[in-house]
């Protein structure tokens, strides 16, 4: 019984330092700490799934933490540093919303997912149940990095933040086939995604990577 | 390999990803195209076999039913005349320079990939399984729609990439909730993403779980099947790709996505205390026809014309499935078949009109029928068609759309009729301008490959008419299978 709480103690923190990790991203107005703080992130989360790995005795979640902490928390972030110096955006971030908004919102978006999976989840085990929860957050913040930001590469950061949240509650629920799948076919994409910002600033198509920007070039057609 | 180990399920998979290793590989147009059609007609034949050949028995990762066999065929056989449409399409953009040889390479390789991506999507019985298919399908799409790497293309590919991520985000969060409300019943491990055995035990499933699970799916798969309002990257996308991939888009990929959905609302409807997911799809698919049937008025390029009109239709779609019962069901499956072939065969047509022309503009575009008779009468016929007129066959299935629904629910009947009649108005506005009038335009002869597009439209011509009997006993079991 002490070692199960102990367990269940070690994974919560890790799960909500996640959230919590999630909401600095929130704020961040430069692309390099926003980029820091992702690398972070993604550090937390090899943790927790490593721990979950450990717990559960599933060691093929060991290649699924493997993967988070090589390729999200050092390679990509590492790439994307290199993109944004080549790039010349290190500036701050055009974000949409201002920062007061944006942290209410994020907050409510927490507490709906607290009420939501909480509520429907009440006959699960509680370690699932609240890893959900968090993981719901985790996705949910993710989001909202996306639509407040109008920067490519910090959409990207968004999106990966949100990837994230999808892989915690993969591994939370106990068991899940596919993950490491999963977790690969994630990576792909991003992969491909970053490299597909970087080949369109060589190839000068650009002249910044704001969406904004790519919208002048929408003309009249809609 | 004997006839008795032929595996039809097998070829489906192994011919698109083995000829897309190869297409990546081979250089020049000739050969490439060529065995681009020649690979996609191989695996339409595959499909087609699993008709005579004795199915196999589902396994954890494939499945075989009387549902999906429709899918796959439709599938193949659309991948295949479209395959042919696009050799003459992308002969015509390597001469303008459009696309470079390298990149043709790439596009080869991925068009196979995908076709791969899909048929892995419809045969998969693993739900996570079939997640990952969806993936690869998009992302291999989202790669071709910026091919041609212009602003727009870029921009495009992007929204699409966003947009379709975060769908795809929510269908995966979706389908670890219905393995989580499956474990405590079906048991830990691979067993609990079985769609055959979730259908088994759905019954005993925790309902508020998995009502929360279909809603995540359902707005996660939904965006992919372009319903508003989270339709805004389908229009981008099928307008700035090359046009063969707005005809695989709006043919194909939305049916792969209307089909995870079936498969999940089938999975609900066992469960008697979870909520109908009918509402939902009756709202959402009435509310995608009524918005698209407004936004096609206000269209000036072509190929987004007919990509709202893509909403339009799936949202009638969705709206009879939504509605559920037999006839409904029927008449949902019919519209699926038909809005596939007719929505290809306008998109082939429409492909060689932009290029000849040289625009997409609608009012830089008259009097077809009289410089290019073959394409501009196509397109005449082929809009006819899609904005559901009589004898085509998708008039039949929107007359059994609404007659069944006035028999049910009366008012949601008007509004759909409502939505049709005004898509209705604006499609043949559009068409007076271009197929009639004085030509305008570049009058140059077209090199363009018309079996496709005529295939297709007499294949719809054929089942307004006369609906073979098999086929009717078929889709009527299928109809009683989605419940």
Redesign the interface.
Known sequence: MQMHSLSFDISHTLAGGLVLISFMMLYQDRLYSLLNVFALHALVLALSVAWQAYAQDAPHLYVTAAIALVFKAIVIPVALHRIVKLLGIHRDIESAVGIGPTMLAGMGLVALSMVLMLRVTAEADPLAREDLAFALSVVLLGLLVMVTRRNAVSQVVGFMSLENGLVLAATGAKGMPLVVEISVAFSILIAFIVIGIFLFRIRERFDSVDVSALDDYRGERR | MSFHSFNPVAAVLLIPICSAALLAILPGYRITARLNVVASLLTFLSALSLFVIERPQPTPYVLVDDLNIVFIVLNTFVGFTTSIFSASYIAHELDTGRLTPTYLRFYHAMYQTMMFGMNLAFVSN?I??M??AV??AT?TTV?MV?IY?T??A??A??KY??LG??GI?FA??GT??V??AA??VVG???D??VWTLLVEHAAHF?P??L??AFVFLFLGYGTKVGLAPLHAWL?DAH?EGPTPISAVLSGLLLNVALYALLRFKILLAVSPDAIAPGALMVTMGLVSVVFAAFMLYRR??IK?LFAYSSIEHMGIIVFAFGMGGPLANFAGLLHMVMHSLTKSAIFFAVGHIAQVKGT??INRIRGLTVTHPALGWGLVAGVVAIAGLPPLGIFMSEFLVVSSTFARQPLLAIVLVFGLLLALGALMLRLTSVAFGNPRGSKAPVEASYVPMFAHLSLVLIAGIYLPAPVVVWFRHVAILLG
């Open positions: 693993s996570g399984l997640w990952v993936e690869i992302l790669l910026g790497r602003h727009a870029l921009e590919a992007w990439f966003i991520s975060v985000a995966l969060f670890i909730l393995y989580m474990r405590p830990e491990g691979q609990a993403m925790d508020a779980l009502n929360v229009p307008a000036r390029d987004r997409q503009r």
